[in-house]
């Protein structure tokens, strides 16, 4: 009988934090992982995990060339079962005053813009009951925001700006692939203790690496999950 074909996963932003910890995650689960980074030293330190299960790509999401690197590198595969797109940067500005264009502009570039770069390259080649998870933020939810549940946690206006675009690009695609089997939804991975953490941090990169490999098996489509809370309003 032919070998039973290994699931494969695209993680964008896999150097470090979160998307370290889910490339470790996924190789150690014998799944074949695409860590998607942007620095050659990075790719370096990731293949030494597991050779046989790692296959970097060397971009930068906010390139448009990020999508044929993507294609060329995967069109070889036989299909993309899973794509997460946790790529992320953070901003300065905590007021108004503070807020700087230029700063709105490159986290844009980076949370929605490069998750709809990343998508667009990869939807091709995604399986018929594939997933794609665009990894989120309680400060992207405009209903927490509106309530004033966060007000005593700071946290740039860049940085909530580009999240909630993340969220209706999200839900842009939800509504437009509702009816093709492949999930979309986002993803809060929770209170992360990341070098750009929140001063409320309380959990670990791993613990919600290994929370949302157990989740994939039950993804919903057009669902914000919180992974150590109950689902969260957009």
């Excluded at 910890?21 to 330190?45: G, M, Y």
């Excluded at 293949?47 to 999401?61: H, L, M, T, Y």
Aim: hydrophobic share 40%; glycine share 8%; charged share 25%.
């Amino acid at each position: 009988m032919p070998a039973e074909r290994r699931k494969t996963i695209i993680i964008t932003g896999a150097s470090r934090g979160f998307g370290f910890a889910l490339t470790k995650q996924f190789i150690s689960n014998d799944w074949k992982v695409i860590p998607l980074v942007r620095k050659n030293e990075d790719a370096k330190v990731l293949k030494r995990f597991n050779k046989s299960n790692c296959f970097p790509i060397i971009s930068d999401i906010t390139s448009n060339g990020v999508q044929s690197s993507i294609r060329e590198s995967i069109k070889s595969y036989g299909g993309i079962d899973v794509v997460i797109n946790n790529a992320g940067i953070g901003g300065s500005g905590t007021s108004l005053n503070e807020t700087k264009s230029y700063e709105v502009l490159s986290l844009v570039n980076v949370h929605c813009l490069g998750a709809l770069r990343v998508t667009q390259a990869v939807m091709p080649f995604m399986m018929n009951d594939g997933i794609i998870i665009n990894i989120s933020s309680r400060f992207g939810s405009i209903s927490k925001i509106s309530t004033g549940e966060l007000d005593n946690v700071a946290c740039s206006y860049s940085y909530r700006i580009a999240k909630a675009a993340q969220n209706m690009l999200t839900q842009c695609m939800c509504r437009e692939f509702k009816d093709s089997g492949i999930r979309l939804c986002s993803v809060h991975p929770g209170r992360l203790r990341t070098d750009s953490a929140s001063v409320d941090a309380d959990r670990t990169p791993e613990e919600a690496a290994e929370i949302l490999f157990e989740k994939i098996k039950s993804i919903e489509h057009g669902r914000f999950y919180s992974l150590f809370e109950c689902a969260i309003e957009w």
